[in-house]
């Protein structure tokens, strides 16, 4: 079982910058991949950015190529999700998510591959 706690999450105006944390516990060697997901109103869940904990590799939603970087502290078991440049169109609920087995390039935003999940942290953008 790994816990999965956010932080980082509030209110900036278009443009802005905010840096979300996700600090995992309990059976933390079991994740290979871990990532920020969001879910604004009335949208489905989808794949922001995730990163393999193994070697770094990372991978981002197009919406979000630029202007977003994930990152990892393994000292700390801690992802990072550094937002720039942020868009009213960013506003959503961020959740964090771990993966527990290998997945394949084109699964890797897809939620049903990630079975822990954080509570999320509110992240609004104002025009």
């Known amino acids: 079982q790994v816990q999965l706690v956010e932080s980082g999450g509030g209110s900036v105006q278009a443009g802005g910058s905010l840096r979300l944390s996700c600090a995992a516990s309990?059976?933390?060697?079991?994740?290979?991949?871990m990532g920020w997901f969001r879910q604004a109103p009335g949208k489905e869940r989808e794949g922001v950015a995730v990163i393999s904990l193994s070697g770094g590799t990372t991978y981002y939603a197009d919406s979000v190529k630029g202007r977003f970087t994930i990152s990892q502290d393994n000292a700390k078991n801690t992802v990072y999700l550094q937002m720039n440049s942020l868009k009213p169109e960013d506003t959503a609920m961020y959740y964090c998510?771990?993966?527990?087995?290998?997945?394949?390039?084109?699964?890797?935003?897809?939620?049903?591959?990630?079975?822990?999940w954080g509570q999320g942290t509110q992240v609004t953008v104002s025009s």
């Open positions: 309990g059976y933390t060697y079991s994740s290979t991949w």
């Open positions: 998510a771990a993966a527990h087995s290998s997945l394949h390039r084109w699964l890797l935003l897809q939620t049903l591959e990630y079975k822990s």
